[in-house]
T-cell receptor, first 112, second 116 residues
Framework: AQSVTQPDIHITVSEGASLELRCNYS??????LFWYVQSPGQGLQLLLK??????LVQGIKGFEAEFKRSQSSFNLRKPSVHWSDAAEYFC??????????FGTGTRLTVIP | GAGVSQSPRYKVAKRGQDVALRCDPI?????LFWYQQALGQGPEFLTY????????KSGLPSDRFFAERPEGSVSTLKIQRTQQEDSAVYLC??????????????FGPGTRLTVL
């Protein structure tokens, strides 16, 4: 069965600092991997996705993520965090069926 | 509008009441999804439509939950005899093509249901 683990419930970083949000997945084949961001009162917005090819993928808002098959990980990174990045971040895996399986999310707080 | 819209944004129901939640997907999007997001959790899949056909309803938690998309555009999620455990945010998403995993799902803002 597929599953997604986001081990960090809440992360606090200073504005301008680098960020890494962790995501580990469990799936028997090559997964389709996604990162979404959810701001209060807003719908989920896709940041980036990985299907195949280059394991380092670039997304919107300066985010990137790296797929590491050996570690079953798809961590999200940003070199310099902005106050507007404060939100909830969800990692998700698509298995080729019709739906996405989401992790429980990581809430990011950005302090001045 | 340009995005997925949902109504109402907030709904308070007494236990035992029936509720209906509406989703207006992006015009022309073939695929439509419903997810349930409990407090502090990630969204969980409920059901999937391709046009008017409900192809997957494996995530519906009980027979009190029913979804329809009769004309292949607007969708309604109905919950009968609501229970407190139904309290959650219900998210709707749409995708342009029929192979949804390969394409971005665009999410609405959700309907927050509170059952007293």
């Amino acid at each position: 069965a597929q599953s997604v683990t986001q081990p960090d419930i809440h992360i606090t970083v200073s504005e301008g600092a680098s960020l890494e949000l962790r995501c580990n997945y469990s799936y028997g084949a090559t997964p389709y991997l996604f990162w979404y961001v959810q701001s209060p009162g807003q719908g989920l917005q896709l940041l980036l996705k990985y299907f195949s090819g280059d394991t380092l993928v670039q997304g919107i808002k300066g985010f990137e993520a790296e797929f590491k098959r050996s570690q079953s990980s798809f961590n999200l990174r940003k070199p310099s965090v902005h106050w507007s990045d404060a939100a909830e971040y969800f990692c998700a895996v698509g298995t080729g069926a019709n739906n996405l399986f989401f992790g429980t999310g990581t809430r990011l707080t950005v302090i001045p | 509008g340009a995005g997925v819209s949902q109504s109402p944004r907030y709904k308070v129901a007494k236990r035992g009441q029936d509720v209906a939640l509406r989703c207006d997907p992006i015009s022309g999007h073939v695929s439509l999804f419903w997810y349930q997001q409990a407090l502090g959790q990630g969204p969980e899949f409920l059901t999937y439509f391709q046009n008017e056909a409900q192809l997957d309803k494996s995530g519906l938690p009980s027979d009190r939950f029913f979804a329809e998309r009769p004309e292949g555009s607007v969708s309604t999620l109905k919950i009968q005899r609501t229970q407190q455990e139904d309290s959650a945010v219900y998210l709707c998403a749409s995708s342009i093509r029929r192979a949804p995993i390969y394409n971005e799902q665009f999410f609405g803002p959700g309907t927050r249901l509170t059952v007293l």
